[in-house]
């Protein structure tokens, strides 16, 4: 069993103004570095052997910090972008809410089901989280890992897991700098959810 402490990073500006980031690289605000530093301080007693981050900005230098911090080994995850939220980057989340009320309820209430304009269905961004997962499951036989991931990633792998639903996606967006325990066994993540 493989325990990973699934990280959310600290905030950039595009969360403050309740933006769509999506693939942009936006790097952490002064509150997103304070909120990193925070996140390592309270990760120090969890006997982290190395921390994992997506290959998102915030995500990266969250994971950088809390390594330098606990003094561990920091490595990007290899293809792991974030979900391409298409011609939703950049575009503040009330005004999807208000020019498309439709697909805004909809990518809240059944997420799986809308593929944002030019970007990427969830299905596409699970599979990357799975494979992710399973290398790792390869590599850590046990032990503690954290693992970085900025939203709907971190909700993929968290619905990866537990085989539920991925929840309220515009709610999950809004929740910064936080961390949960996940046991994760190879069985967990080699059956499609679902």
């Known amino acids: 069993m493989l325990r990973t402490i699934l990280v959310r990073p600290g905030s950039t500006d595009y969360d403050h103004q309740g933006r769509i980031q999506g693939t942009l690289d936006i790097p952490l605000n002064?509150?997103?570095?304070?909120?990193?530093?925070?996140?390592?301080?309270?990760?120090?007693?969890?006997?982290?052997?190395?921390?994992?981050?997506?290959?998102?900005?915030?995500?990266?230098?969250?994971?950088?910090?809390?390594?330098?911090?606990?003094?561990?080994?920091?490595?990007?995850?290899?293809?792991?972008?974030?979900?391409?939220?298409?011609?939703?980057?950049?575009?503040?989340?009330?005004?999807?809410?208000?020019?498309?009320?439709k697909v805004y309820r909809q990518w809240q209430e059944q997420p799986e089901s809308v593929c944002p304009p030019d970007g990427e269905m969830l299905a596409q961004a699970e599979d990357r989280v799975r494979s992710a997962i399973q290398k790792l499951m390869k590599r850590h036989r046990g032990g503690v890992i954290a693992v970085v991931l900025p939203e709907p990633l971190a909700s993929l792998l968290r619905s990866v897991v537990k085989h539920d639903g991925v929840g309220d996606l515009w709610k999950a967006a809004a929740e910064r700098a936080w961390w949960e325990v996940l046991e994760i066994t190879a069985d967990q993540v080699l059956a499609p959810s679902g």
């Open 30 to 101: 002064e509150q997103g570095t304070v909120e990193a530093k925070n996140l390592a301080e309270q990760l120090r007693g969890e006997a982290i052997e190395v921390v994992y981050a997506s290959e998102s900005g915030p995500a990266v230098q969250t994971g950088q910090l809390i390594a330098s911090e606990l003094r561990v080994k920091f490595k990007r995850l290899d293809q792991m972008e974030n979900l391409d939220h298409g011609l939703w980057q950049g575009m503040l989340i009330d005004e999807v809410r208000r020019t498309h009320p």
